[in-house]
T-cell receptor, first 116, second 117 residues
Framework: DTGVSQNPRHKITKRGQNVTFRCDPI?????LYWYRQTLGQGPEFLTY????????KSRLLSDRFSAERPKGSFSTLEIQRTEQGDSAMYLC??????????????FGEGSWLTVV | AQTVTQSQPEMSVQEAETVTLSCTYD???????LFWYKQPPSRQMILVIR??????QNATENRFSVNFQKAAKSFSLKISDSQLGDAAMYFC??????????????FGSGTQLTVLP
């Protein structure tokens, strides 16, 4: 088990361009989360999947943001028409189900986005 | 809505000494989970310790232990025998139980811990 994997790790893009991040969760984890973290702050929840179903979205997830998890495995987070305010680290996390797991959420290393 | 407050933006500790990081939270739930995560400069969020609210016993993981005061809604982290590798940003986080919505973590703003040699 290699943990939650995210790529690219760093992305620099011009304002107005679209970017896509990919997350591969820990195998057999059916829950997947996206968070956004800016410097000096704690992560903020964006959205959550159980298998392929997107069950919850934060108000932070504007219309320019879309997330998918086809087939309930990897997930993508796309940001359209990027703005400088989108510059942040985007964290992916996954968790298993079941009481024995203790509801622990495991994080990836994050994808840094810089919009210039 | 649940909120998590970490009132110490920065803390420092001498190597081999003990330090306590504070966290308070606000919730109307009786059952929930609390976590401490560590985020070193590499930025990966690493789980340090977790506590189930229904358990009265404080969680312990090697040099890390918590002081969970449910009535006071307080969840502090104690690091004993501090090591240079403990230097990181520490986040306190709250999570509702699995049933229902809002299964995500709510994080505090973090405490930057410096370990002095």
């Amino acid at each position: 088990d290699t943990g939650v994997s995210q790529n690219p790790r760093h992305k620099i893009t011009k304002r107005g361009q679209n970017v896509t991040f990919r997350c591969d969760p820990i195998s057999e984890h059916n829950r997947l989360y996206w968070y956004r973290q800016t410097l000096g702050q704690g992560p903020e929840f964006l959205t959550y999947f159980q298998n392929e179903a997107q069950l919850e979205k934060s108000r932070l997830l504007s219309d320019r943001f879309s997330a998918e998890r086809p087939k309930g495995s990897f997930s993508t987070l796309e940001i359209q028409r990027t703005e400088q305010g989108d510059s942040a680290m985007y964290l992916c996390a996954s968790s298993p189900t079941g009481i024995k797991t203790g509801n622990t959420i495991y994080f990836g290393e994050g994808s840094w986005l810089t919009v210039v | 809505a649940q909120t998590v407050t970490q009132s110490q933006p920065e803390m420092s500790v001498q190597e081999a000494e003990t330090v306590t990081l504070s966290c308070t939270y606000d919730t109307s739930e009786s059952d929930y989970y609390l976590f401490w995560y560590k985020q070193p400069p590499s930025r990966q969020m690493i789980l340090v310790i977790r506590q189930e609210a229904y358990k009265q016993q404080n969680a312990t993981e090697n040099r890390f232990s918590v002081n969970f005061q449910k009535a006071a809604k307080s969840f502090s982290l104690k690091i004993s025998d501090s090591q240079l590798g403990d230097a990181a940003m520490y986040f306190c986080a709250y999570r509702r139980p699995s049933s229902g919505s809002a299964r995500q973590l709510t994080f505090g703003s973090g405490t930057q811990l410096t370990v002095l040699p």
